[in-house]
């Protein structure tokens, strides 16, 4: 199960993305009888919306979300214009924003980045089922 989406990179394109997620998430719970708990709703909409925001912000023009499901995880990529690579910045408890990179690499599974001829494509996993004992994440020890 998967769904694209093209946003023109108005700032309306993050809540539309976040209703996305839900919708997506909602039918995969619905549909296809896969469990979504509340935290991974919350995840994914979290990780979108720091994919999206970062694309809208710092890339001119379109961006692409892609929402697939792998393996219990949602594949969460966003594709933009901007070439440049995000890094993520040394902790400071004392800066104000700037920690979307941060907040998504705590939360995913996986995190990819990759150049792409055109712009970059970003890629986060989330886990759909909370493991109460272990990473909140989902990652292995």
């Known amino acids: 199960m998967a ?49 999206v925001t970062n694309a809208c912000k ?7 979300l892609n929402l697939e499901m792998d393996q219990g995880a949602v594949q969460v990529t966003v594709w933009d214009t901007d070439p440049s690579l ?23 599974q996986s995190f990819e980045v990759h150049r792409e001829p055109v712009g970059k494509r970003i890629k986060a996993a989330v886990v759909l089922a909370d493991d109460p004992g272990g990473d909140a994440a989902g990652r292995m020890p």
Do not use: K, N
């Not at 408890?93 to 705590?106: D, F, K, S, T, Y």
């Open 58 to 64: 710092f890339a001119p023009g379109p961006c692409l």
């Open 86 to 108: 995000p890094v993520a910045r040394a902790a400071d408890p004392g800066r104000v924003g700037q920690h979307g990179l941060e907040i998504i690499m705590a939360v995913s």
């Open 3 to 51: 769904t694209s989406v093209a946003y023109d990179g108005s700032p309306q394109s993050i809540a539309d993305a976040r209703a996305v997620a839900r919708e997506f998430l909602t039918e995969v719970q619905s549909v296809h009888g896969l469990p979504v708990s509340a935290r991974a709703m919350g995840m994914v909409q979290l990780v979108v919306s720091e994919l």
